[in-house]
């Protein structure tokens, strides 16, 4: 778990980890020499890091695009680090998470929806709020459980929606967000299905773990050893197989109860 967490906010932006792990180097929770060692070894690494790829990718695409934008993000230090850019680049925005009071959450997307253009949100963004005022979305790091990335969308591409909705998904080279978005975009098109029908895809895996499990076990099964895109590509045929069983199912119901009605 805990190194899953590390993996998640290495693929967010450098503050997360850096945050993260000089907490967890303060803690006094019985670590080990060498891994004390390492974990700082990292952290000085990240600490120098003031600037990413993906965030400058992130400010241009910003400034240049219109219309209202919801950046989802898991860690508040990457929200501190996206607000940075916002301000460097004069863009006006609004910061939603969920250790906002209720006054303030109802405050940040008024501010969203009458002044600033860009919301940053954590996932909780995600849940009970209805965005469909903006048209873009634009997922800064990679939430490795399909349904959440969903939800995200669900957020802005619903019944209200008069604009067409953009969706944009950000990751590191080398990275499991890597994997995950190669395997939902580029295999099964994630971003083509209408809702429930990944949840129904997930569920056809018969696997007990859930998928955010699945993808850790095959990337620390596999990295380093030049199987990765091997490994993830057999989770994505069977994705892929579901999908088309999933089809079959739904074009046999729709026949059936197409019958029934003319009946």
Request: charged fraction near 30%; include cysteine.
């Amino acid at each position: 778990m805990a190194l899953g967490w590390l993996l998640r906010q290495a693929g967010s932006s450098p503050q997360a980890l850096s945050r993260s792990i000089a907490r967890t180097i303060a803690e006094p929770n019985g670590m080990d020499v060498g891994s004390r060692r390492e974990l700082e070894d990292i952290l000085e690494v990240a600490s120098q890091v003031d600037s990413s790829g993906k965030g400058e990718q992130l400010a241009r695409l910003l400034r240049g695009r219109p219309g209202k934008v919801v950046v989802f993000t898991e860690f508040l230090a990457t929200i501190e680090h996206l607000a940075h850019i916002c301000e460097r680049d004069a863009i006006p925005y609004a910061v939603f998470h969920g250790d906002l009071s209720r006054a303030e959450k109802d405050a940040a997307i008024a501010r969203f929806r009458d002044e600033a253009g860009v919301l940053l949100s954590t996932g909780v963004g995600g849940e009970g709020r209805n965005l469909q005022f903006a048209n873009t979305v634009m997922n800064f790091d990679l939430p490795w459980n399909p349904m959440r990335l969903e939800q995200r969308v669900g957020r802005v591409h619903r019944i209200g929606q008069s604009q067409e909705v953009y969706v944009f998904n950000f990751c590191q080279a080398g990275t499991i967000e890597e994997q995950v978005l190669r395997v939902l975009h580029d295999k099964i098109n994630m971003f083509e299905l209408v809702v429930g029908e990944i949840d129904a895809l997930l569920g056809s895996l018969e696997d007990d773990r859930d998928f955010a499990e699945l993808v850790l076990d095959l990337w620390l099964a596999n990295h380093g050893s030049g199987r990765e895109d091997q490994a993830f590509d057999q989770l994505a045929e069977r994705l892929l197989e579901a999908k088309r069983e999933y089809t079959r199912t739904k074009e046999l119901d729709e026949a059936l109860f197409h019958r029934d009605f003319e009946a």
